[in-house]
């Protein structure tokens, strides 16, 4: 997995697939964890991974929300497998 860097040219947020903010917001984790990065850089990752939360939740709202459309109001638990 590429490096997280907060020098890189970046997509805008709003353009990322669910897949793809997720996969950059794990780089960006892995780098902050890692890597001794300036403090400033540290800053922008931390903003752009803020971001990319932002965008997940989004997605994710988005799509329970199209769900719901079209299985109505009644939530369906999964069901577990019984062994």
Do not use: W
Not at 11 to 30: D, G, N, Q
């Amino acid at each position: 997995m590429p490096k997280a860097s907060a020098k890189k040219s970046e997509r805008p947020v709003e353009e990322l697939s669910y897949e793809e903010a997720m996969t950059e917001l794990e780089s960006i984790v892995e780098s902050l964890e890692g890597e001794q990065n300036p403090l400033e850089d540290s800053m922008k990752l931390f903003e752009r991974g803020q971001a990319l939360v932002a965008r997940c939740g989004s997605l994710l709202e988005a799509a329970q929300l199209k769900v719901q459309k079209l299985v109505g109001d009644i939530v369906v638990p999964f069901e577990e497998e019984s062994e």
